[in-house]
Each structure stands twice: as C-alpha cells, then as structure tokens.
C-alpha cells in the first residue's frame, strides 16, 4: 500500500473512542484476518498487518497522542510502530498475543484457531489429571485423607523413558535440524509450525521401544493418597502436585486436580460454612420452653427453646457448622423447629386438649380462629 490509511479508520473506531474499545476492535479484525483463517490469502495477511500497525500506535497512550498531533509524521518516514520493524507474523504474536489470552509469543492466537505450535524450548511437564471425590459433610467437617485408584503415564521400564530400543536415545532429527519446526512464507509473512518429521520435539527414535512404541511412557494403575482439608466446599478443586502423568525427561509430572462433590446429608443441608437441619417438637416443648439434645456434625449439644416458640423459627447454635477453609471459624448450625402433630393420644390427652381448646375459645371472645379468617374475607 503506497499510502498509509488513517489509524482510527482502519480499526473502525472514531477518534474519542477508549482503551477498551480501540483494543476489542483491533481483536476483531485480528481475529477476521489471522492467517490460519485466510491461509494463502495475501489481502487479508496485509490488512492482519494493517491493523496490527494501528493498535501498536493507537494502543499506547504517548503514541496515540503524538499520532493525533502529527499524523504519520509523528514516527518518522515508516510510517507507525515508531521504528519498530515487525518482519514476520511471529514478531506480531510476540507483541499483542496477550490480548488473546496468551503470553507474549502468540500462544493466545494459536490456541484460538488451533493450527499454530510454537517450538517448545525445552521438555514438556506431564499431563495434569482431573477426578472428582464424593465426601460427606462428616468428612468435609473433620478433613480427611482418601486413597483413591486411578491410570496414569509412568516411565516406560524397558526403555526407561527414552521411546528406543533397549534404551537407545533419540537423535536430532534432520528435518528440522533439532528445532522442533520449520518455517513456510504466507503472503508479506514467515510462518513457523511444527516439525512433520519429529512433531516439534526435535528429535527422534531410529528403533522405537517394542512395549511403548517409542512414548517412553505407558499408562499403569496405582494408588495415590489425597488430604483434603476441612471445609472445602462443593466444586472445589484439591490440587495435589505432582500426582498427574509422567513429564518428559528433565521435565517434572504434572498435577492431579480432585473436584470435591459433596454427598446429600439425611439430616443436615449447607449453605457455605452454616448447617440447616429441620427438627420435630411437640406442641407443648414451644408453648411452655424445653432444653433439649440436638444432633450435631459432631454429637449432641444441649439447646434452650424459649417459650412461645412459634413453628418455623430459626434457632441459632453459634460454633456448631462447618469450618472455613484455611481459616479457625466456624459456621453455625441453623435450627428450624416445626410442630409434630401426634397421630396416637389417648383417652386422657384428648380430654386436656378439648378443655385446652375450649379455654382458647374462651379467651378470644368465643370466636376461633378460622372464625375471624372467614368474617375478615366476608
């Protein structure tokens, strides 16, 4: 392009526009003219360029205010990026890939589109696993250490991890010269992907291993013992480092995350650090008051119900819920009292509640309850 277009044109934005709107609109058009999206297109390769050349001016306060003083002119005859020179989309990437996701050297771009790999510059960390622990709250309330029974990679033993024969190691592979990739031009850009030969290790097994076809890992079962701490919560994830699969050789195992899943309580309902537990009383417990044993997560405790109590009331027993994690609080256990209606009396309970009944109606003014339901609507 012999001349170069307005900055605030090319990302679609007027000149008042934010940081924020300058800097999703330049991950849009990005986004429209990546490479991997438009491959051997070399119209959308320079308007990748384009655009990449007006965020790099316009993204940065000091530049943008000497673009909007002097034009172009600010950055001198080549136009933006105040003298700097991106020669390949890999300097791009290295530039903005962090307004993708990812860190500088583009990982954020290629994990969007799925067809770029960067070289790996050394060893790759094991596999991070992921398994989900059922607990109960009596579990969750004390912490607990379980052993759970799961497949993971492991060194492969007859070839102790080399991916050769009788433990021969890898040579350099002579594709890509031991890079691990090669390079491909695509319109104003060179592109580097992954080496064909080698898979972007960089290197290569003349005679693979018979029992691991040249992984230099297998998958066995074992055992691994999880503490969990009290309190966790449901959906949280316990992570154990270094109980994932098997890394490379000079690499470290990658981590087991365990999701903890709570169980349902016959008893008992949570809500964060709080127990809920509904409990039956007579009649007469929350007319005249009672002190009475409660179920707890950890044994009965003695609690005080006022007289008068009415169904459905809250009752507070401060200390008795769950903990907070990494933390010495605890919640509390909730109470919420109802009123059990016997089925079975006898001759005499029936007597006392008749004159009991009769004495209510007495005292208010001979008209029930229901009665002054029915003349309210009436």
């Known amino acids: 392009m012999s001349e170069k277009r307005d900055y605030y044109e090319v990302l679609g934005v007027d000149r008042n526009a934010a940081e924020a709107d300058i800097k999703r609109a330049y991950r849009k058009l990005a986004l429209e003219h990546h490479p991997d999206r438009n491959q051997g297109d070399e119209k959308a390769a320079a308007q990748f360029k384009e655009a990449a050349e007006a965020y790099d001016v316009l993204g940065d306060g ?26 390949n989309i890999e300097d791009i990437f290295s530039a903005f890939g962090d ?6 050297g583009g990982g954020g ?12 510059s050394g060893p790759r960390q094991g596999r991070d696993l ?27 033993k007859p070839c102790k991890g080399t991916g050769g024969e009788d433990g021969a190691k890898p040579i350099t592979c002579d594709t890509c010269g031991g890079q691990g990739r090669v390079q491909r031009s695509q319109g104003f850009f060179t592109m580097a992907t992954a080496c064909p030969a080698c898979g972007g290790a960089g290197s290569k097994v003349e005679r693979p291993c018979a029992s691991c076809r040249g992984a230099g890992k297998m998958q066995r079962k074992g055992e691994i013992k999880i503490p969990i701490p009290a309190g966790v919560e449901e959906g949280m994830q316990v992570r154990q480092q270094g109980a994932g699969d098997v890394g490379e050789p000079g690499a470290p195992r990658g981590d087991l995350y365990c999701v903890v899943q709570e169980r349902d309580h016959k008893v008992f309902q949570r809500s964060g650090p709080d127990v809920l537990a509904e409990i039956p009383f007579s009649f007469t417990q929350l007319a005249l008051g009672d002190k009475v044993e409660i179920p707890t997560l950890r044994g009965k405790v003695e609690m005080t119900i006022p007289a008068g109590t009415p169904g459905g009331k809250i009752l507070r027993l401060r200390g008795q819920g769950l903990p907070v994690v990494e933390r010495s609080t605890r919640g509390d256990q909730l109470v919420r009292v109802f009123i059990e209606v016997p089925t079975k009396m006898t001759d005499r309970q029936k007597e006392l509640l008749t ?8 005292k208010d003014g001979n008209e029930t309850f229901f009665e002054k339901i029915a003349n309210y609507f009436s």
């Open 130 to 156: 992921r398994i989900v622990l059922d607990l109960t709250l009596e579990e969750i309330d004390q912490g607990v250490e379980r052993t759970v029974s799961l497949k993971r990679f492991e060194i492969c």
């Open 355 to 362: 004159e009991f009944a009769q004495i209510e109606h007495e």
């Open 62 to 87: 000091e530049k943008r205010r000497q673009y909007d003083q002097f034009g172009h002119a600010a950055f001198g005859q080549g136009g933006g990026f105040a003298g700097r020179q991106f020669s």
């Open 109 to 120: 771009f290629g994990d969007l589109f799925g067809g770029r790999q960067r070289a790996r």
């Open 99 to 104: 307004i993708f996701g990812g860190g500088g």
